[in-house]
């Protein structure tokens, strides 16, 4: 064993998972040998370092923006087996995620919750009756899916008394079949913070810039810390490149890539107000015109929808969301909800990312396998492409079991089926709904509006009733409950900047945009009284606000 080298019991007392202590992470970063460093914090690095970490290895993750700001952050936000990769014949692929659904459930089952998802059939569309009739029998079958949530299949009256929005004159009927939704940032976050507490070291806005290597094996990384210009080496008997879309950039420091490369595609979702599309559940339907189907989602005071599915080779840092790609789903949602009439100027958010495909000739975007696969370079390096949200526990034990074979150490198996993904687990519905009953009678004993109940919930599961503890009857509760969470995502979930707080902490920027403005001032007063730095640094952040509220 190589003198310095990390053991993952000797960390020592575990500091508050803040950025108020990022000057003691980097230095524990420095100065140890880890058995396994990860690049990429997304919701694949973070299965990693929770999976290795809990077997026992010493394990640190750097992330060059912050966690889940790439893919893990801007999916569709579902939990989902991949109905649609049965017409690739991804039998395999949909059994294991199908099945990964329920396992995630009952890790964290405020964060991952059942929901119907409504899939109508209407004329001139690519779905036939008898077709998704037997498509989802098989879908059922093959994720395992319980007798109560198995797919029912609808005539037209029963499917418009479900969704009365959808066309009459073309409806035909429909499908109900069990899916589950979550917000992939929080779990990527939950996740994070689990493995942090299982003894692994993460930070985030660390770049890693080129290979440490030994007798030509990698045996570390160069970085420099984004928000102080820092350069740092950290040094791993194993280093894993988990980075979305950036694997190949990583891939690269050992060469030209030869064989499998990566295929970008590009997924943009909007956000709408649910007034203007009030559809009462989720709702999956195709687009005639080029046999793609899209989601339409409510949530809180806002309907999301996505996705598109076309080919990237731009910034992978700055994605933008096109009028072509606005007008796209639009179009879609005016052409199924014939009624809404949505126009540019509803849309009030959006996001846009990057799904890391594996290349293959010869197919389109929306053709090309969903699979992961690992590759090994002749440094060392190991990569991880491809695969989904839904799959990253799989995904994540198939790494570790690598890392684990090439340190040639005894090992206990793959944990992560039993770990939750909070320190106080509800456990199951049935819990969670008695909970939400406590936190709706919290909120309205704070006189807050009633939509903060599941928005708590869905975010902060039972760490809701010790922010709620910080709100007031005696001031304006809106703003108080915003600063309490600050102040409780500064402390525990490593928040740097206010795109952190905001969008992947909260959600708020998408699905709570009104409640923003409300609790500016307050917010930027505790910045002030909080977090070290002076006048100018809270009126950078005031100006990142502004940005990001743009």
Known sequence: MEEGRLKSTEMGERLDFSNLNRAQFLSQLEANTFDLLVIGGGITGAGIALDAAARGLSVALIEKDDFASGTSGKSTKLIHGGLRYLKQFEFGLVKEVGQERAVLHNLAPHLVVPEKMLLPLIEGGSMG???????????DFLADVESD??????????????????????????SLYAEYRTDDARLTIEVIKTAYLHGALLVNYVRGNEAIEKDGKIIGVKCTDQLTGKELNIKAEIVVNATGPWVDDIRSWNGPIKGKRLYLTKGVHLVVPHAKLPVRQAIYFDVPRDKRMIFCIPRLSVTYIGTTDTYYEGDKDSIEVSEGDT????????????????????????????RPLIYEDGKSASEISRKDEIFT??????????????????????????VVEKLGTKSESCKTREIPLTP???????????????????????????????????NYGTNAEHILNEVSRNSIPVKQLLRAELQYCITNEMVATVADFLIRRTGRLYFLPETIAEGEVDVFHHLQTTWPGSPEFIALVREEWTQTMA
């Open 129 to 139: 009756r008898i077709m998704t009739s037997i498509g989802l029998y098989i879908y």
């Open 149 to 174: 949530d198995k797919r029912k299949m609808l005539d037209k009256e029963e499917t418009l008394d479900i969704e009365p929005l959808l066309p009459e004159d073309r409806l035909l009927g429909g």
């Open 327 to 354: 007008d796209y789903l639009l179009t879609a949602v005016n052409r199924t909800f014939p009624s809404v009439e949505l126009e540019m100027k509803d849309v009030l958010s959006s996001w846009a990312g990057i």
């Open 377 to 402: 370079a002749p440094n060392g390096l190991v990569s991880i492409a491809g695969g989904k949200l839904t799959g990253y526990r799989k995904m994540a034990e198939r790494v570790v079991d690598l």
């Open 424 to 458: 106080d687990p509800l456990g199951n519905t049935e819990k969670v709904n008695q909970f939400r009953d406590k936190l709706a009678s919290w909120v309205e004993a704070k006189h807050l509006p009633p939509i903060y109940v599941d928005y708590l919930l869905q």
